[in-house]
């Protein structure tokens, strides 16, 4: 059952303000709306429980991430079917979020045990050394202190109250102030609830977790400038996530923040693949595309291939296979309006051609598809921006090297792709030094949504895909941004924060 309040500290609280969730049937819920006192109670607590939380055994704080999501599996069903509601997702979609969420943060939970996140480096003292002697040294990272998270709308779970920014903060050492996404309040109520639940089971100190939601911009805003927050993990518009940067960086003691803001994703077709396979890469894109409605970080939503007999053939296929989807509903009436305005802002001034346009009924998307040249990319930088939901557009060049000039125009991406075949290594060769310096990851012969949560994962890239390039919000080495290297010289193993073998 729904609390219908902010988890703070422990302590479930109401407040005078309300708000109402967006449901896409049955009755609304009624939801405590967060003030800036709130979140000045809840970032102290944060930072009194980091003193304990901060120098936690790693296998305690690997119990409780453990913890945490049997209780989401626990609540499972009652999560399915809040998240159904307010978002509109189908439930397989969101039990298979729930199964990734709670498999991240026992990723976390093993990753930690393990140490690897340590990166322990050793010198021993050298007293005897001329002309001076080398004092012990020992690196070791370090939790930074309570993180900030944002949740975000597309992810209800996976990237919202205890997904992969809470996880690895939580991993690192970090306690977390989670603003709930106003996309799915219900949802991020029922996982505090399972985070509650796991931090009485755990006897973890109650300020670790705090969860507020509503009451306008400026909670977030309090939220990113109290002095107890020294980081912010946040997924969402580049509008927001850039006027969130700015407050941080223009803190008395400025602290990073981990924007995921958005990508177009790129994909270049090189020649001999659009003519082996083209249908299927046609059939392929549309699926990425218009899959979730489209409402993918990873969405590629733009096509690059050369000029040629084959791609009229292309360009009609990927029509038909998207003429074939039905639309789907939104995450929210806003994001919806988004989608709307987005394609019309792409379209305003004659530099795209319409290939397939959308009707539907409000909080829906129908997919749409466009066309322009390279020539009008180049000159009009306004095409690379991001339109949220299932809208592609296809980018024709006249020859390789003006597709070489698109890739060298992209700004910061999550992802680049390049379908290629027999006969396209040289041009792949080519555009590969170029691929890597836009993206976080890079593709070859294969879709960007499906992001897999492992090691070797990097959900990145450089701005404005994210506002840090060093760095992913996926995967173990996202945990990295909540941790900083300290040296420990001639510390006395004794007082050291983990027992070194
Ligand atoms: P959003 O508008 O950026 O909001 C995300 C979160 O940031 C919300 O909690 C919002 O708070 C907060 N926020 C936004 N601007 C703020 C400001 N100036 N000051 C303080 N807090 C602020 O993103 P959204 O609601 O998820 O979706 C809107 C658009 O974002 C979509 O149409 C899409 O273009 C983009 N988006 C991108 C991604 C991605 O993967 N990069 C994912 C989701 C959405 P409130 O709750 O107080 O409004």
Not at 447 to 461: L, R
Request: contains cysteine.
């Amino acid at each position: 059952m729904l609390k219908g309040q902010h988890l703070i500290a422990g302590q479930w609280t109401g407040g005078e303000n309300t708000f109402s969730n967006e449901p896409i049937s049955n009755a609304q819920d009624k939801f405590a709306a967060g003030t800036v006192a709130l979140i000045d109670q809840a970032a102290r607590a944060a930072e009194e429980a980091f003193w304990t939380f901060g120098w936690a055994d790693t296998a305690k704080r690997a119990a409780f991430l453990c913890r945490i999501a049997d209780e989401i599996d626990r609540r499972g069903s009652e999560i399915t079917e809040q998240g159904v509601k307010e978002t509109g997702l189908p439930a397989g979609r969101l039990e298979g979020e729930r199964g990734r969420t709670v498999g991240q943060l026992k990723l976390f939970a093993d990753h930690i045990e393990k140490g690897d996140h340590l990166d322990l480096r050793y010198d021993p003292a050298l007293p005897h050394r001329t002309p001076m002697p080398r004092p012990d040294l020992h690196l070791i990272q370090r939790p930074i202190g309570p993180v900030a998270v944002f949740g975000a709308s597309n992810f209800p779970l996976a990237f919202s109250t205890a997904g992969g920014d809470t996880a690895a903060a939580l991993a690192s050492g970090c306690p977390v102030v989670v603003r709930g996404h106003y996309a799915h309040p219900g949802v991020s109520d029922l996982v505090a609830q399972a985070i509650d639940a796991a931090i009485k089971a755990c006897d973890m100190p109650p300020g670790v977790f705090s969860l507020i939601q509503g009451g306008g911009l400026e909670v977030g805003q309090a939220l990113v400038q109290h002095p107890s927050i020294k980081a912010v993990g946040f997924t969402g518009s580049h509008r927001g996530g850039r006027a969130l940067f700015d407050l941080c960086a223009a803190r008395p003691e400025p602290i990073p923040f981990f924007g995921e803001l958005g990508s177009v994703n790129p994909m270049f077709l090189l020649p001999n693949a659009v003519a082996a396979k083209g249908q299927d890469i046609a059939t392929g894109w549309a699926a990425s595309l218009t899959m979730g409605a489209g409402q993918f970080c990873t969405n590629p939503g733009v096509v690059v291939l050369v000029d040629g007999d084959e791609a009229p053939t292309f360009i009609n296929a990927t029509s038909q296979a998207l003429r074939r989807v039905d639309p789907q509903t939104m995450l929210t009436s806003g994001i919806a309006a988004s989608y709307e305005t987005g394609s019309e802002r792409l379209t305003a001034n004659g530099l795209v051609q319409e290939l397939l346009a959308s009707t539907c009924g409000p909080r829906q998307a129908a997919p749409q598809l466009f066309q322009t040249t390279a020539q009008q990319w180049l000159a009009n930088e306004a095409l690379g921006e991001e339109v949220f939901g299932p809208l592609g557009l296809i980018v024709i060049a006249k020859n390789t090297n003006e597709m070489l000039a698109v890739a060298k125009s992209l700004k910061g991406q999550l992802t680049c792709t390049i379908h290629m075949d027999r006969g396209d290594n040289q041009l792949a060769g080519r555009l590969l030094p170029v691929l890597e310096c836009k993206a976080g990851r890079v593709l070859v012969n294969g879709f960007p949504t499906g992001v897999e949560v492992c090691g070797s994962m990097v959900h990145g890239g450089p701005y404005p895909a994210t506002t840090n390039f060093g760095a992913t919000s996926v995967g173990t080495l996202s945990i990295r941004r909540f941790l900083r290297p300290v040296c420990y010289q001639n510390v006395p193993s004794d007082l050291l924060p983990v027992t070194l073998e």
